[in-house]
């Protein structure tokens, strides 16, 4: 048995293909989940009919026929009644760190919308920077797929992450119960991004929260006197490393904290990702996610 | 900082070495490195005063580390701050000479009171190891106090008094350098000149010079300005029979009708006040009444009211001599005076008019001429006409009376027998007639004065331009003369024959006229110039002048010691001097007659014997530059400094082990500061 494939950070340079590295990560991910309960979640088994003219004759249960002589086709569960809507961060404090914040959270999201794809779920995406953009409706059609990698590819990491109006619209057409992920590293203009989470819960939608995170903002190894610039604002400040070492990462983790408590407080799944580390764990938590539902 | 030498200056150029760290700094600054990053919201939470804070801990910290190394540069130069004129005070004893005006202006105001507060203040500022010597600036220096104790001159101080004299302060510097330049203890020297800076006394400070070793200070105690009238001089005119007095106004406001006095002897006489401009003097002459043959005191006041009283009297004292005893041997007495032979002489020589002429005049008949010069004993003179007859008694008497120090006069005329006056008279003439010589009736050969002994008592009086022309007297009749070995044409007539002829016999002196003693050969009796010339001859014969001595009129001084003359006769005498305090001194003088006074004080000083017999009578007077008070500011005095080393002991305390080593104390800080720099260092990079 192959080992379950992981992706590196120089994975993520490497390939600029979006759908290709989506299905290399999704298929090495199931692959390692070998006898795992997760499989046949999207075939659920619910009840036998009697053939009627014009079934698909593949759905026809053969066992039954051969101890009953009798033609039954098999029901299943209304497997493409999940509805996920991706909310991919692409403001300019994503373009940030080694590997990528980015890269990683776009790769997450093509994953993601791959792995949907296989259990055939409705899937949308939504893009918010400077401004909000959705990319996509949710539709779990073959095609979607395709459009899907193409707009994330698309994708530049760019603007400043604010309370956008459109966003705020666009959420509102929330009708349908769902599911909605949102991979951002929660850096925002205030608490636009918590305000967000917000609306999401007041649709009626179950939340994932993937914090993305640099090595270089979570360690903040840096040593000497440098000159930090806002990626987002282009605002700068002088700073010795050395001596606010300490101090930026009480702030940090107070930040991730805070953040942490907020999702507890609505009942929103939070995960904080590291970008040198694997997929596997958020997919994990997707479908975990996706199962409970 | 001021005086900081440095034994290894050269070292100092290791300071150079501090544009390192500051170049270290300033490239580490410029290397800030650009760093974009997702957000600056967990930067903007620092503190804006600890950036400012550590941007001041790096500046301190820098500024640690430079002058760490500025210390360390420094202390190897080996820095050193050389003995300070008050650090040598307080390291070692001071040697101070107080140089004090005593001069009499130091009376004037409250001078000597300043005078006294400064002494006072030198002293008590001593400590008992230091040595003070007092130096009275006087025309001569004079040590009041040798180097001592501050405590042995206190009780001088106390006793200390102005004097009346003047002040040289050059004088006192250079004793004072003088002493201090032989002392051989150590310390510190200083000098201190205390006076009231007048011009006079300061006229000679550019030619004293003090080595810097030696430290001056001047302590004036003159006011601004003090007004002061002053009688400046008082002399006597013997010719005039006055005083001449001099005033001067040494202020810039005009003295009006101030009062004078003349007291002669004590007995006032009135004399008319005194009116006299700003910064102008005047002269006035107080004739004197008719004063008798002896010393007489002439004093002269104003009631100036000034600061300065010691200069309103001055002092004079006046000799009036006994009158000279003149015997004139006349042989036609007359009823009518005029008609006598001797008229015009014994009329020139004693006056009817005064009795306070110089001579006495007595007549007598040739026949009775040496018997009075036996007996009396007391003439100078004896004046005689050309005689008709010669007592035989005559000649040895004149011999006599010359021999001993008597003056004898020969005129010539028409009746005397020349045979008999070559014979009688051959010892005693200084020239012996021939034969009668002139006509009268030929003016045009009338004889003049021409050549004569212009340096000579006889025309003594003659010597100034326009005092008299002694060639206009004619000459109508003369003798020929033959001039005996040993006598001296004083004058001669313009053909060369001889007129005046002169001779010393023993103590005496024998003068020839050739011409007669009235006018019946010469109208030189009838001339003004005749009664100078007269007296003239009579100084010479009788070799007494009647002017005072030069060495008599020489005018006392204040504080000056003085020899006074008393003449030779009272050469090792036993004397008495009165002071002008009634104070009584003995004296002895010397073999010259002179006696040695100190005349310390203005007055009269009275010198007499043992008999009380008045030998001379001195008046002593200020200083007349004592009376212009004007002063020098101290910033005024220039006082050349020498380079010249004072001696080994200022030497060692200048350059010497009194220096101040530094290094130690920089080595001090600088180990401070290392152990100083980590702990900042650290809390600037925590």
Redesign the interface.
């Known amino acids: 048995m192959e080992p379950p494939q992981t992706i590196s950070p120089e994975l993520f340079d490497s390939l600029g293909d979006v759908s290709l590295i989506a299905r290399e990560v999704v298929e090495g991910f199931l692959g390692g989940l070998h006898r795992s309960p997760f499989l046949g979640y999207s075939t659920e088994f619910a009840s036998h009919r009697p053939y009627m003219q014009g079934d698909d004759l593949r759905q026809v249960d053969w066992k039954v026929w051969g101890r009953t002589d009798g033609l039954y086709v098999k029901q299943f569960e209304d497997d493409t009644n999940l509805c996920c809507q991706i909310f991919l961060d692409t403001s300019a ?2 373009n ?2 080694q590997p990528d ?1 980015f890269v990683y959270a776009r790769t997450l999201a093509a994953a993601l919308a791959y792995l949907m794809s296989r259990q055939h779920d409705a899937s949308g995406l939504i893009l918010f920077g400077g401004m909000a953009v959705q990319a996509l409706p949710a539709r779990s059609n073959p095609d979607h797929l395709d459009e899907m990698f193409h707009q994330l590819a698309a994708a530049e990491p760019a603007g400043q992450t604010t309370a956008d109006v459109g966003l705020g619209q666009i959420v509102g057409t929330f009708t349908r119960s769902g599911l909605s992920v949102v991979i951002s ?1 929660l ?1 925002s203009n205030g608490d636009a991004i918590f305000e967000l989470l917000r609306q999401l819960r007041a649709q009626r939608q179950q939340v994932i929260v993937f914090h993305v995170l ?1 090595p ?2 979570t360690d903040f190894k ?1 040593e ?10 282009g ?6 490393a ?3 070492r300490s ?2 990462l009480k ?2 983790n107070d ?1 991730c904290r805070r953040a942490e408590l907020i999702c507890e407080t609505l009942e929103i799944d939070y995960q904080r990702l590291r970008t040198d580390e694997p997929l596997d764990r958020a997919l994990t938590i997707y479908l975990e996610e996706r199962m409970a539902r | 900082m001021p005086g900081l030498l440095f034994s290894n200056a050269a070292l100092l150029a290791g300071l150079g070495a501090l544009a390192f760290p500051v170049l270290i700094h300033l490239l580490l600054k410029q290397k800030r490195k650009p760093l974009h990053f997702s957000t600056i919201q967990f930067f903007q939470t620092r503190d804006e005063k600890t950036s400012q804070r550590r941007e001041l801990r790096n500046l301190i910290l820098l500024s640690m580390r430079l002058l760490l190394l500025a210390l360390l540069v420094l202390a190897f130069a080996r820095p050193y701050l050389p003995a300070s004129p008050g650090m040598i005070r307080e390291l070692q004893p001071r040697q101070i000479v107080l140089v004090l005006d005593r001069s009499a202006s130091m009376q004037a105001g409250n001078h000597w009171a300043k005078a006294k507060k400064f002494l006072d203040q030198a002293v008590s500022g001593l400590s008992a190891a230091d040595r003070v010597a007092l130096i009275d600036s006087g025309a001569s220096a004079e040590i009041i106090a040798p180097p001592g104790a501050p405590d042995t001159l206190k009780p001088i101080l106390q006793k200390l008094e102005p004097g009346f004299g003047t002040s040289d302060l050059a004088a006192g510097l250079k004793t004072a350098v003088r002493l201090l330049s032989h002392s051989n203890a150590g310390g510190t020297l200083q000098i201190e000149i205390i006076s009231d800076l007048q011009k006079s006394a300061c006229a000679r400070l550019a030619e004293a010079s003090v080595p810097k070793g030696i430290e001056l200070t001047i302590c004036p105690v003159a006011e601004s300005e003090t007004p002061n009238l002053a009688l400046t001089e008082l002399a006597w005119d013997h010719g005039q029979h006055a005083v001449v007095l001099r005033a001067n106004n040494y202020s810039l406001q005009m003295a009006n009708g101030v009062k004078m006095s003349l007291l002669v002897d004590g007995i006032p006489s009135v004399i008319p006040s005194l009116s006299l401009a700003a910064e102008t003097s005047t002269q006035l002459s107080l004739k004197l009444p008719g004063l008798d043959p002896g010393w007489h005191s002439v004093e002269t006041h104003i009631a100036a009211h000034d600061s300065f009283a010691l200069d309103d009297v001055r002092y004079e004292s006046i000799f009036i001599p006994k009158p000279l005893r003149v015997l004139c041997v006349e042989q036609r007495a007359s009823l009518r005076a005029f008609e006598e032979e001797t008229f015009f002489v014994a009329s020139a020589l004693a006056p009817e008019s005064t009795n306070e002429g110089p001579y006495v005049v007595e007549k007598t008949a040739p026949e009775d001429a040496a018997s009075k010069l036996a007996k009396a004993g007391n003439y100078v003179l004896v004046v005689l006409p050309g005689l008709r007859q010669i007592p035989p008694d005559l000649a040895p008497g004149l011999t006599k009376f010359v021999t001993k120090g008597g003056g004898v006069i020969f005129f010539l005329g028409e009746k005397l027998n020349p045979n008999r006056y070559n014979e009688d008279f051959h010892g005693l003439l200084p020239a012996l007639p021939g034969h009668v010589e002139g006509d009268e009736e030929q003016p045009e050969n009338f004889w003049h004065v021409r050549d004569y002994e212009r340096d000579g008592l006889i025309f003594a009086a003659f010597k100034e331009p326009d005092s008299g022309d002694v060639t206009l007297p004619e000459f109508r009749r003369r003798f020929t003369l033959t001039v005996m070995d040993g006598s001296r044409v004083e004058a001669s007539f313009n053909d060369c024959v001889p007129l005046i002829v002169s001779k010393n016999l023993g103590r005496g002196r024998v003068v020839l006229v050739n011409s007669s003693a009235d006018t019946s050969w010469t109208d030189w009796p009838k001339r003004k110039t005749f009664l100078p010339w007269l007296y003239g001859m009579a100084a010479n014969a009788t070799q007494r002048t009647l002017s005072p001595d030069a060495e008599d009129a020489t005018p006392f001084v204040a504080g000056f010691p003085a020899d006074v003359p008393l003449g030779a006769e009272a050469g090792k005498l036993a004397l008495q001097v009165r002071e002008p305090s009634n104070r009584e001194v003995s004296a002895m003088a010397d073999a010259q007659g002179k006696i040695s006074l100190s005349l310390e004080e203005p007055g009269f000083y009275s010198i007499h014997d043992t008999a009380g017999h008045e030998l001379r009578r001195v008046a002593v007077n200020l200083a007349a530059a004592e009376s212009d008070l004007q002063s020098f500011l101290p910033a005024e005095i220039t006082i050349p400094r020498t380079n010249d080393p004072p001696r080994a002991g200022v030497i060692a305390g200048v350059f010497g082990d009194d220096r101040r080593e530094l290094w130690h104390l920089l080595l001090l800080a600088a180990l401070g500061l290392v152990f100083f720099e980590p702990l900042l260092a650290n809390r600037c990079y925590a």
């Open positions: 404090s994503m940030f760190g914040k590293d850096f640099s270089e903002e840096f000497g006197d440098f000159l930090i610039e806002d990626c987002e604002s605002e700068k400040i002088p700073v010795n050395d001596s606010f101090d930026y702030s940090f930040f």
